[in-house]
């Protein structure tokens, strides 16, 4: 079974978010993400001072077998892409929900859609785990 | 519904993700691709290669037929238990499998061909077997598991009775025999030592289970493709096709010209060189962070274009690798198209790795 922490955010696209105390927003993959893709070689961070609307592809992580998307869960302005992840992009799968984290954002309108981690657990599990 | 191996109910109760592979339920990974990819490179790791299809050619007539389908020379079997990998070509001299056959006795081969082409390659093969007079028979009574690995055969032999065991470490690279029932063969897809053993349907679980208990690691699919890249060992369907040649395939090794030697394909694979091959596989290193995959296009220092036939991570090295169909004249490094951006890779020889060790300087 994989980790939901009750403290975050979720999208329907496995994605998960943290409201920082600064108001930025730091954004990563879920647990059932990363299990779901298997080992990760290779992750590509968005750059600081881009701009992504909600919904937009703003990181590319790759396994051994294929490479995806990671769509961006609020328009805002990226402060900051995690720069550990490119020597060492297994963080990704041995710590999703901390240093795996992917970029921190300084929103620029209110988030779509999130869902509580009892509502994406329940996606989860109709899913599949 | 897709067909199932004897282990799968063993694959399933360990956690496996499952995958459709030339329609049949195979295991992809067990837990980590790469931690089994590493345990076939540094000990030990088995595979359920039970989906490959076993066919038993038998008859007077079996040499020629032979000499007829296979683009390799079954004429270099001359002893009991040697293989031969080679390829069966169309009449264009296009691919239709490749296979490995055994020399099993003077009138007695055996085939090991692919599960996704077991149906196009049981109808060739009949309908050229019958005048020969030979018999052709799908050996679905057997099991197969690939052992592979520097500790591989010494963990297989472990699991022998003392005259077996010490049978098996005498066998040399490329033969294979029977011993105590099992077909035990120095052969595999992984570029490291081992074996190969088909064996009884239902002593496969037992086995499966002996070893892993002896800490040999359960490996999947996604394991067995990133270590044969690595070795620069071509998939079928994906590196070669119905469309392609040997010549264009890097199998020109596979390929025996003699004179007088009849096969099916080989006047297409004369015109093609007298008029000159103009691609070729070759290996890709990516200079750069990302990952080659099948498809993305490959563009040469003159402009010439051509693709990416398989690619991956390589574990072993820590980047990209791929193999690639590219104009024959291309040379030094090349340019790949990967998500929007354009990538340079260097042309290599395969294999890439071998016997554990990094071949690219």
């Known amino acids: ?129 | 519904m897709a067909r199932r191996t004897p282990l799968f109910a063993i694959h399933q109760a360990a956690g496996a993700r499952m995958v459709d592979f030339g329609g049949w339920d195979m295991p992809l990974q067990f837990d980590s691709l790469i931690a089994e990819h590493h345990a076939v490179r540094r000990a030990a790791g088995v595979f359920d290669v039970s989906h490959m299809c076993v066919v038993d050619l038998e008859g007077a007539g079996v040499r020629p037929l032979l000499e007829q389908l296979l683009a390799n020379d079954v004429g270099r079997l001359t002893v009991p238990g040697k293989a031969l990998y080679g390829c069966l070509l169309n009449e264009r001299g296009g691919v239709i499998d490749d296979l490995i056959v055994f020399h099993l006795a003077e009138q007695w081969f055996r085939a090991v061909v692919n599960a996704g082409t077991r149906a196009k390659d049981l109808d060739w093969i009949r309908r050229h077997a019958a005048p020969f007079g030979v018999s052709v028979r799908e050996r679905t009574d057997l099991a197969m598991l690939a052992v592979q690995g520097p500790q591989a055969r010494s963990s297989v032999a472990a699991q022998l009775a003392p005259q077996a065991a010490a049978r098996a470490l005498t066998l040399g690279a490329f033969v294979g025999a029977e011993i105590d029932g099992w077909f035990v063969s120095r052969t595999g897809y992984t570029g490291e030592d081992g074996f190969e053993i088909m064996l009884p349907a239902a002593e496969a679980g037992p086995l499966w289970h002996a070893l892993t208990a002896a800490g040999v690691v359960a490996c999947g699919l996604g394991a067995r493709d990133t270590l044969r890249l690595e070795a620069g060992m071509n998939l079928y369907g994906s590196d070669m096709d119905e469309d392609t040649t040997p010549l264009e395939s890097g199998l020109d090794w596979t390929v025996a010209l003699t004179p007088g030697r009849a096969f099916i394909g080989r006047e297409a694979l004369e015109a093609q060189r007298a008029r000159g091959v103009d691609r070729k596989l070759v290996g890709l290193l990516l200079e750069e962070r990302g990952v080659l995959r099948a498809h993305q296009r490959v563009i040469g220092a003159d402009g010439g274009t051509g693709e990416i036939t398989s690619g991956t991570f390589s574990p072993t090295l820590e980047r990209s690798i791929a193999l690639a169909r590219i104009p024959a004249a291309a040379h030094g490094t090349v340019q790949v198209e990967v998500r929007g951006k354009r990538l340079t890779a260097r042309l290599v020889r395969p294999p890439f790795v071998r016997g554990g060790k990094s071949l690219i300087g």
């Open chain 1, 1 to 129: 079974m994989s980790k939901v922490p009750s403290d975050l955010k979720y999208t329907r696209t496995h994605e998960w978010l943290r409201t920082r105390p600064d108001g930025t927003v730091e954004v990563g993959i879920t647990d059932h993400a990363q299990h779901a893709l298997g080992d990760l070689v290779f992750v590509e961070v968005p750059q600081a001072g881009r701009s992504v609307a909600a919904g937009e592809p703003f990181a590319v992580i790759e396994s051994v077998k294929a490479a995806s998307d990671v769509y961006a869960p609020l328009a805002g302005e990226v402060i900051e892409g995690n720069p550990a992840l490119e020597s060492a992009p297994e963080t990704l799968n041995t710590d999703p929900y901390g240093e795996g984290w992917l970029a921190r954002v300084r929103p620029t309108g209110a988030p779509g859609a999130l869902l509580s981690a009892a509502e994406y657990e329940q996606l989860t599990s109709e899913e599949g785990d």
